[in-house]
């Protein structure tokens, strides 16, 4: 069973889409999804992942953070705390939800949808699992190696140090292209959503220059965590998880998968990754 849905968070209207088993017994575990940088829960596979969740026995939301997709708010601004904000709202919905058991509540992400997770899940004891695909742990980190050279980096930083005159002098934010943001290689651009957002607010960047998931990451143990990658992912560095996966301590769990895709929430090879983990960490039983 599949139904649109919506919710308030700082007042905006998040729309997204939950998801059920046609019948079993209740209450059940449930899993929100979270999608990536400027994306939608209509997209990159999330929907294919949510149906696999549900045809194993739990409910399973998938929903577009602020700004996104069929939400509310501004078009272009993607900011980190504003999203962990709209993951916290969705496990408030979520788990007054009569189909679903709130003391069994996970969360599954996808690229920075994985960090928000991250972050989340390390201050909210709601969170009983952690699932993060291609999740970036350090923006600095994965900034640089974006911009490896030198001067092209400094240049990046110049753009965001004028971009921050601009907004203190005239209160509008100056705009940078996506791919200047978070750079896309030509053979996954295909996984971007239609109508994918193409320009981002110079605030954006700051946001994702500042976040650093890796910090915190410690802090959900001993909850378990499960990391995934795509060993040649052209979008996050698999560097981000391998970093996590040290800092995250022994009841993290990391497969490292052997493609280039970093739009793969709905492959069938993850979908069993995830499975088997929530089969023993979450069971649906």
Known sequence: ???AIEFESAG??????LHAPEAGATPRPALILCHGFGGSCRGAGHPELARALAGAGYVALRFDFRGCGQSAGE???VICAEEAEDLRAAIDF?????????????????SLGGSVAIEVAAEDARVKV?????????GERRFRAQYPDAEKWQEFLNRLDEAKRVRAQTGHSVMFYRFDVVHIPERDR???PPGAIMEFTAETARSLLASAPEQVIGKIAPRPVLLVHARGDGVVPVAETEAMAAAAGPTCEKHIIETHEHFSAG???LAGIVLDFLERKLPAA
């Open 1 to 3: 069973m599949e139904q």
């Open 12 to 17: 905006l209207t998040l729309r997204g889409v």
């Open 75 to 77: 078009r272009g601004s």
């Open 94 to 110: 979520l788990a007054a939800q009569p189909a679903v058991d709130p003391q069994r509540v996970g969360v599954i992400g996808a």
């Open 130 to 138: 952690c699932v993060a695909n291609g999740a970036i742990g350090n």
């Open 190 to 192: 295909a996984g971007l």
């Open 267 to 269: 492959s069938p090879a």
